[in-house]
C-alpha cells in the first residue's frame, strides 16, 4: 500500500480539469488558388468545418487563419483577447459554447489552426471520445477540402488546475489520482492513436513579484539591477529540483509567456511576447534554463518542470507530481506567501501530437 500511495498525488477535489485539440495544416499556394480570394477561403474553410462540428457534436471551435498562437484559459465570463503574437480563449467548459473564425482577408495565412474545445462535465473521463470526435471531424474535413493531401499536425493538450493552498484556505476535500499518460489512457478506451506520436507531461507554477516579495529582497533588488534578487530565487528552485531528480526545468522572469515544446520538433527561440523552451524528455542530460532581465522587474516569475521518460510509470506521474509539489513549496517557503490568502496555481500538463 505504500508503495501505491507513492505515485498517487492528492490534489483539490475541486481542481479544473481542460481540453483542448489544436489541429494545424500549412496550405500551399495551390490550396488558395481554389478560390477567388482569401475571404472567400476561409469563409468556405469555416462553413464545412462548422457544419461537421454540429454533426459531431463539437461545440466550441475556432478556426484561426491570423498566425497567432492560441492561449487557453479558465474564466467565469467567455471572452477573447488578440495581441500581437497570441489569441487568448477564456471560456468555462461547463457552459460556454460557440463556433468563430478570426482572420483578416488581406493576410495570407501561413498555417490555418482549428482550436477545438471540450465542452461539458467530466473532461478526463470523456477526453478519448472528444478526441475521436475530433479525428472525425478532421477526416470529414479533408474529404469536402479542394486539396486531398492535406495532413494536419494534432496537439491534444490536457491540463489540471488547482491552487496548492486549498487545503490553507479550508478546502480539505481531495482526490487521489494516478495521472495516467494519455496514450494508454486512450487506447484502453478504444481510442487508438498512431505508434509514431511525441508525448510530453509537464508543471507550470506562476509567483507574482508582489510588494511583500520587493520589500522582502530589497538588499537584493534596487532599481536596475534585479540579478542577485533572481539568481536566488532561481537557485533555490534549481537547487530543489536537483534534489528531486527533476533534470529539465527553467524559470523565465522577463516578461514573457513560457510555451513548452519538444526539441525534435521545436527550437527554442522567444519573439516579444512568447518564451518557447524546448526539451528532448528522453535525455538523460539536465535541461536547464534561466530567463530574466536584470534591469527590469518583472510582474511574474514563471517556473516549469518536464517530465522525463523515466519519471513515466504504468502507475501514472503521481510520484513525478509528488516532487514537483515538494519543489513548489521549497519556494514557496523562501517567500513572504501567506498561504490562507494567496494562490500558487499549479497546471499540470499532459500533451500528445502527431500527424494526421
Known sequence: MASMNLHRVYIPSHARNNQYILAEFKPEDSFYRYFDNLGACYDR????????????????????????????????????????????????????????????????????RILFLATGEELRAQAANFHARVRKVLAELKSVLPESNIQFRLRDHQHLTYDLFAKAKGNKESYGYKLRALYPRYQARGCVLPENHSEMTYVTFSIPV????????????????????????????????????????????????????????????????????????????????????????????????????????????GKFMNNVEATIRDVAAKLPIVPEKQDINVRFYQHISYDY
Open 210 to 317: 508582489t510588494r511583500a516579495i520587493k520589500m522582502h529582497f530589497n538588499t537584493l533588488a534596487s532599481d536596475g539591477d534585479y540579478g542577485q534578487f533572481y539568481n536566488q530565487i532561481a537557485d533555490t528552485f534549481l537547487g530543489s529540483c536537483a534534489g528531486r531528480n527533476l533534470d529539465l526545468c527553467a524559470m523565465v522572469a522577463d516578461g514573457k509567456l513560457p510555451i513548452v515544446r519538444s526539441s525534435k520538433f521545436d527550437k527554442s527561440d522567444s519573439n516579444r511576447e512568447l518564451q518557447k523552451l524546448s526539451f528532448d524528455v528522453t535525455s538523460a542530460e539536465k535541461q536547464v534554463s534561466v530567463i530574466f532581465n536584470e534591469k527590469k522587474l518583472a510582474e511574474m516569475m514563471h517556473f516549469v518542470v518536464v517530465a522525463k521518460t523515466t519519471d513515466k510509470h504504468d502507475m501514472g506521474y
Open 45 to 112: 474553410v469555416a462553413r464545412q468545418l462548422f457544419a461537421l462540428c454540429d454533426e459531431f457534436e463539437l461545440h466550441n471551435v475556432h478556426l484561426i487563419a491570423n498566425d497567432k498562437l492560441p492561449v487557453v484559459r479558465f474564466h467565469e465570463e467567455p471572452y477573447t483577447m488578440q495581441t500581437e503574437k497570441q489569441m487568448l480563449f477564456f471560456y468555462n467548459p461547463r457552459y460556454h459554447e460557440a463556433h468563430k473564425s478570426y482572420f483578416d482577408e488581406t493576410w495570407k495565412a501561413r498555417k490555418i
